[in-house]
């Protein structure tokens, strides 16, 4: 099993709420709109994760990762990750305007 990870941070002029509804009604059916069958080519499971900061409960301080939302994405193998991003196609995915890539 192969599994990716990506920390996401959302537009600065976005609420969380924007992003969150982007994410889910825009950027979630990009591929589908691209005709791309299945969406990510090869995987086996696709899960998103909206992080907020969170309290510690020993200090009282608000810890605050820094990232909007976790991505995670299953292969079952690296040679399946690595040919799910062969197509160019898939790539155009990554250009998104509503994320912050570091």
């Keep these: 099993m192969f599994k990716q990870m ?10 969380m709420d924007e992003f969150m509804d ?10 589908k709109r691209m005709g791309l069958k299945p969406a990510i080519p090869n995987a086996v499971r696709y ?4 992080l907020k900061p969170e309290l510690n409960p020993v200090t009282g301080e608000i ?15 690296r040679e399946d990750f690595e040919n799910s991003y062969q ?3 898939s ?3 990554w250009a998104i305007p509503n ?4």
């Excluded at 899960?47 to 909206?50: A, D, L, Q, S, T």
């Excluded at 810890?63 to 193998?77: P, R, T």
């Design 63 to 77: 810890h605050d990762s820094g990232y909007d939302c976790l991505m995670e994405i299953w292969w079952n193998s």
């Design 6 to 15: 990506c920390f996401f941070r959302k537009n600065p002029d976005m609420t």
């Design 22 to 31: 982007y994410y889910e009604t825009q950027h979630s059916t990009m591929a």
């Design 47 to 50: 899960v998103r994760r909206y």
């Design 91 to 93: 790539l155009t995915l």
């Design 99 to 102: 994320f912050v890539w570091l």
């Design 87 to 89: 197509s160019s196609r």
